[in-house]
Structure formats: C-alpha cells, structure tokens
C-alpha cells in the first residue's frame, strides 16, 4: 500500500514514504528494503562538498501524539549483509530523526543498534540478539526520548536516552533498511501504543 493507512494498534495513520510498500495483515506489519538503502548521514563529511549522505531507506510514519508515550514491537528479519535492519523510526525533518534497529553487524552478529542524527549521524552498538527477532521501544518522557530493547517483551535493556529540538512535531513509525545488500524481508508484530510515562529509564521495567 502507498497511501496512508491505519495499523489496528496505533491511534494515527502511518503514511509510507514515497515509493515504499507496506503490507498488513491483522497486526503483522512488513516491507522489503530497497537494496542499498538506509538513513544515515557520514558525521565526518557533514558540511563538506563531497558529504556521504543515504536517505531512501522505506518508511512509514505518523504523528505522535502530544504528551508522554511508549510505542513498542516485535522486529523480525532476514538479516543477510552488513547492516540490514528492521527499524523503530522517530522523525522530526531530514536533519533531526533517530532510529531504533534490529541490524546485521560487520562481525555477522545480529545486534540493537541506535542512530541519533542531528545533521550528523552517531552510531551506537547495543547488545547481540540470538535468535530471528528482538523487541524495540521508543518512549517520551518530558522533552527526552528514551531507546530500549528486550530479548522477550518483557524485561527491557535501556540503549539511550537523548533530545531532539522541537520534539512535540515527532513522527514515530517503521523503516526497513539494506545499506549495502539487495534488499531485506522485514516484519513487526506485537505493535503497542501508550500514552503511559516511562517511570524508570534503568529498572527492566
């Protein structure tokens, strides 16, 4: 589907980028990435002539709503070159995003892994996943935003906690990527909102 659509557990639409194809089916959410596709901005070459910059990763987005949230779920998939990845996406404009992946490392690990972009992008190893699929949260507490992980749904691993300018304009959603492959099959389940303060960014909970 190219147009904007409505996924069962969300209180607002998601519209996929341009070209993107989503499918849903009940609550399962899936895409193929675009080979050679990703968002990722080179922080060494921000600012040069000759800046290393992938926008075309597939996403699909929607407008989160005001106040505190946690939005949370299961990512499956076929992780085959460096750093495919199914991805928890948090969206503000083509310089300011992060996003939240089940990637494919160099070593050939599957792996969480977090991007902050703020005109460059970082780039941050978590923790290895065993396994074919790992759960990822974003929450909103106050003006930050909170990254965790969990091997089971239930016990979460804290990743980071960072700021991003303007984040009462955030879009959250979903976005396959395939930076240096010919593409990637991925899946979301287990799709949960809430509007529910995150107590304890450290606790498991």
């Known amino acids: 589907m190219s147009k904007p659509f409505q996924h069962p557990s969300l209180p ?16 399962r959410l899936s895409a193929t990435a675009a080979p050679r596709s990703d968002l990722f901005v080179d922080p060494g070459t921000v600012g040069s002539v000759n800046a290393v910059t992938m926008m ?7 407008p989160a709503p ?12 076929d992780l085959t070159s460096q750093f495919d990845a199914g991805v928890l996406l948090l969206w503000l404009d083509d310089d300011h995003w992060a996003k939240l992946c089940y990637e494919y490392s160099p070593d050939a690990e599957r792996m969480v ?13 978590a923790f290895t996943v065993d396994g074919t ?8 507490v106050g003006k930050a935003f909170a990254f965790h992980a969990s091997r089971d749904g239930q016990r979460w691993e804290f990743v980071r906690e960072f700021g ?4 009462e304009d955030a879009q959250i959603g979903f976005s396959a990527q395939s930076p240096t492959g010919e593409g990637c099959d991925v899946a979301f389940d287990n799709v949960s909102f809430n509007r529910e303060t995150l ?7």
């Open 12 to 27: 607002f639409p998601l519209t996929p980028s341009q070209g993107s194809e989503w499918n849903l089916e009940s609550d």
């Open 56 to 62: 075309n990763a597939h996403r699909a987005l929607g």
């Open 66 to 77: 005001e106040g505190d949230f946690q939005f949370s779920a299961r990512v499956e998939a």
């Open 113 to 125: 892994v977090s991007v902050v972009n703020r005109e460059g992008s970082d780039d941050a190893n």
């Open 133 to 140: 699929d790992v759960w990822l949260r974003i929450a909103r």
């Open 164 to 167: 991003l300018d303007a984040s």
């Open 199 to 205: 107590a304890n960014l450290r606790d498991g909970s």
